[in-house]
């Protein structure tokens, strides 16, 4: 079976270096796929390149088996898209916005009211006209024009904006069930851990540069530690660097840093200065993430 999106060496760069540059991407049918990076790295243009809104400098991409650049519309077809930035109209009612851009894909939108009962988007709110929503009803209604097609393959860029917590889990649930239905999930966030929650890999981007795939249950996050320490003066890091510390990041006199080794050699070094506090705890993703960006990762990457 071909892959969801097959992408090669694809290029786009913008004035003074931004853009994407050199991206190589599969993504199999069914995977759920976590799209990271701060924004600026680089994760929507990859999108736009991969839904043919932009046209690379150089590269190629295959999206459900077609290529973007000389079969545009198949591709689409197949595809349901949620910008990071949308405008709907401002003057229509909820319910005429979900008919127009229904009639737009050529799918039916068989999963409308499901995905609104998800969402938690009632009748009474889509008789009512877009002007008057807040920003979450303008992201549910954006969701639902999106997703009400069933499309094969999900592409989700910062999808829950907006949205209260509640929500929030909803909608991963509900995607973790879609993909388990055979559909692909490409979601694009800089929340670490929603990704972490719902996806089976996680492609990282910094700088315009795509680093390598990783599976999120590989990125060693188990022998992983999250540590805190407030000293009571001011510390040079370098007094505590051992084997294995990695992303550390200074507060005032809080310092933040992440520990892949046995901790013993940490603690032997902080016994011999002025500690004040310390919290250590198993690694969130967020912290394993500033550890792949810190400036000694780069080389590596």
């Known amino acids: 079976m071909t892959p969801a999106i097959e992408a090669r060496g694809l290029t786009r760069i913008y004035g003074e270096g931004r853009g994407i540059a050199d991206a190589t991407l599969e993504v199999a049918r069914g995977e759920k796929l976590g799209f990271l990076g701060p924004n600026g790295a680089g994760k929507t243009t990859f999108i736009r390149l991969m839904l043919g809104l932009l046209r690379p400098d150089r590269g190629e991409v295959r999206v459900m088996g ?3 650049a000389a079969d545009r519309m198949r591709a689409l077809a197949e ?3 949620l910008p990071g930035e949308l405008e709907l109209y401002p003057g229509l009612r909820g319910a005429t916005v979900l008919d127009v851009l229904g009639r737009l894909h050529p799918r039916p939108p068989v999963l409308r009211g499901e995905v609104l009962e998800v969402l938690g988007l009632p009748g009474a709110d889509l008789r009512r006209r877009v002007r008057e929503y807040s920003r979450g009803m303008k992201q549910k209604l954006a969701l639902v024009s999106a997703l009400q097609h069933d499309p094969p393959l999900v592409i989700l860029d910062e999808p829950t904006g ?3 917590p509640v929500v929030q889990l909803r909608l991963l ?3 973790d069930g879609r993909a388990r239905a055979g559909r692909t999930v490409v979601l694009s966030s800089h929340v670490l851990a929603e990704v972490e929650s719902l996806c089976d890999r996680v492609a990282m981007v910094r ?3 795509l680093l390598p795939v990783r599976e999120v249950n590989g990125l060693g996050l188990g022998a992983m530690r999250s540590v805190a320490v407030r000293f009571g003066t ?3 890091p370098g007094a505590y660097a051992v084997d294995g510390l990695g992303g550390v990041e200074v507060d005032g006199d809080v310092h933040r840093f992440t520990l892949s080794a046995p901790p013993a ?3 032997a070094r902080l016994a011999g200065l002025p500690v004040a506090d310390l919290t250590m705890e198993p690694v969130r993703l967020e912290d394993a993430f500033r550890a792949l960006y ?3 990762a780069a080389g590596a990457a």
């Open 66 to 68: 077609h290529d973007v």
């Open 79 to 81: 595809v349901g898209y």
């Open 162 to 164: 907006g949205l209260d």
């Open 173 to 175: 649930d509900w995607l």
């Open 207 to 209: 700088g315009g540069r």
């Open 234 to 236: 001011p510390v040079d």
């Open 265 to 267: 050699p940490l603690l």
């Open 294 to 296: 810190a400036p000694e």
